[in-house]
């Protein structure tokens, strides 16, 4: 099953600083979920754009054929962590066909906010 | 009217395994949400695509012509139940056009938090 | 300038029973915001999707020339009023062409939830 | 990298007049996130649309090469202030590709409600 595109992007990237509730759920975090419906592995390169510096990455991830990698943006330290309480926006691609969405977990206050939206593709 | 597409896909996929408030409205859920405003009844398969263990699948069901149907991913048992607090990707396939929308309700902390976006579709 | 297509879809429909806060801005509610950037008026036909019974509508709107309308689904009347707590879909149809985004305002807690998705176009 | 198209739309537009925490993270605001990720600056126009006036602007920005800018309407004052507890719409237009993603922090109840969506493109 072929099932996506090969470039997508997020305009949007922002990690809050703290959050309220128990680890690992209630820790406020940003994830791409990336989705490899296809027969062979999907080789990726994740792009990090800033408002006043010169990009960071590329980012390499895999996801294997037929699986799914909500991938948090928080986990990833090579080369380099993403920074906290810091605009950014992210440009994914990969070898394979892919589907990608955004979701942000924010608990800074007292109840949880969630956003989410299917990334852009071209 | 023909609205819609026959392929769709959610990469984001994850139900809450508890809640706050009284049930069935603030049970936390993920649902897709089916519209079907042609006039023939959509056969639909759908497959769910985990981080470390094969599809599961597929699941069918039918929205009849004329009609939308909210999917809860919790209700969903054949061939197999929908694990809680699991990350998971979903591919809708319909033998008519069909739009799908993604909606999560998560109510673990003292307020409801929601999520929706429109899926991709190819 | 002319940005748009003529027909849009909104699978996800709920309008929450009841609410918490000051009316109207707190009012439990669901919209579909309409954006006519275009230089004619926008006539508009609305078809409600429900689970089991036939369509309500068409319900007509229109939305002037270079204008905005941020159309509440509970106020609508003509020819039926929306029932709430109920699952439905929505297919939005314009003469000339249009961009509409879905949003909900869900109130029933202590502090309200908020979900929006750009609707489904061809 | 030639990511994004030139002409986008977001047919929400609502700024909370009033919020709960500290500023300048829990103002409530309204956020476009413009990606530019090409080797050359992005020259944006800017067009508000509203329920019963004529249009406001151009508001003019510059999201540099290889450079994101999470513009918040809060801020924008040339050639007027946006107005709080209004509805609008927004059209986005740019001499280069870019990516645009709408969001809202609403703040004004006990704990904050976001919403995200991928902006309409054509």
Known sequence: MEVGKKLWAIAEGYIP????GPAPDFISHEAACILNAGAHDAHIEI???????????????????????????????????VPLETDYSSVIQSDVPIVVQHTRLDSRQT????ISTIAYTQ
Chains 1, 2, 3, 4 share one sequence.
């Open 17 to 20: 600083g703290y959050g309220t």
């Open 47 to 81: 792009t990090l754009f800033f408002a006043d510096r010169e990009p960071a990455g590329p980012y390499r991830v895999t996801v294997g054929a037929r699986r799914t990698l909500h991938l948090r943006f928080n986990n990833l330290t090579d080369p380099e962590p």
């Open 111 to 114: 109840a949880n906010a969630l």
